[in-house]
């Protein structure tokens, strides 16, 4: 199993370009998340998702969107990217079963907005 | 509703002396606690996690953590710093089946272990 993985690891983007953030499992997890970090801050959620076509907003969702085709992938949309934006995005799946719970990060997007 | 508090932004501790890593939580929910540490510039890796059984729970790397319900805690400990155990912590809290499963950060601790 490679777990959860993200794509690109790193990324400069201008203002006012788009981008779109690529994350795939291959755990068969239901639950997926997003969750943007700030510097010196926790996690903060930005969508989540129970299960293919089904996404919902989380904290901070104002700039993105996503979609959840199937139940492996989970794509994260910036339109219009602002310098707000510039942060380090993780992607995270769980499965409320057998004792888990617990969620399986990926390695991280590190986005910078100029 | 769910919030979690880290009680310390920054611990400094000696090499071989014990760490404590408070977290105080409320949640709405039936919760499962963890703890997570990461590296500098590195992702997220569970430490340790309390899911309703046990309340005095081990993991990884000589971490432990106890849940106390009546103080709404779950404070992490370790007998002995060693140098590799520099980073960042979070203290997370989780509904167990409900609330889509959402999770909520604490805003970090950052632990340093001086030679």
């Known amino acids: 199993n490679a777990g959860v993985t993200q794509t690109p690891k790193f990324r400069i983007l201008k203002i006012g370009q788009s981008m779109t953030l690529q994350c795939t499992q291959d755990m068969n997890h239901n639950y997926m998340y997003w969750y943007r970090q700030d510097p010196g801050m926790g996690l903060k959620l930005i969508y989540y998702s129970v299960g293919a076509g089904i996404t919902d907003k989380g904290e901070v969702p104002n700039g993105y969107n996503v979609s959840r085709s199937t139940t492996e992938d989970f794509p994260l949309r910036l339109e219009l990217a602002a310098p707000s934006q510039t942060s380090v995005y993780f992607c995270?799946?769980?499965?409320?079963?057998?004792?888990?719970?617990?969620?399986?990060f990926g390695p991280g997007t590190r986005l910078t907005v100029t | 509703a769910q919030s979690v508090t880290q009680l310390d932004s920054h611990v400094s501790v000696s090499e071989g002396t014990p760490v404590l890593l408070r977290c105080n939580y409320s949640s709405s929910y039936s919760p499962s606690l963890f703890w997570y540490v990461q590296h500098p510039n590195k992702g997220l890796q569970l430490l340790l996690k309390y899911t309703s059984a046990a309340t005095l729970v081990k993991g990884i790397n000589g971490f432990e953590a106890e849940f106390k319900k009546s103080e709404t805690s779950f404070h992490l400990t370790k007998p002995s710093a060693h140098m590799s155990d520099a980073a960042e912590y979070f203290c997370v809290v989780s509904a167990l089946n409900t609330n889509a499963g959402k999770s909520t950060f604490g805003d970090g601790t950052t632990l340093t272990v001086k030679p």
């Open positions: 995270a799946s769980k499965i409320l079963a057998g004792g888990s719970y617990e969620q399986y």
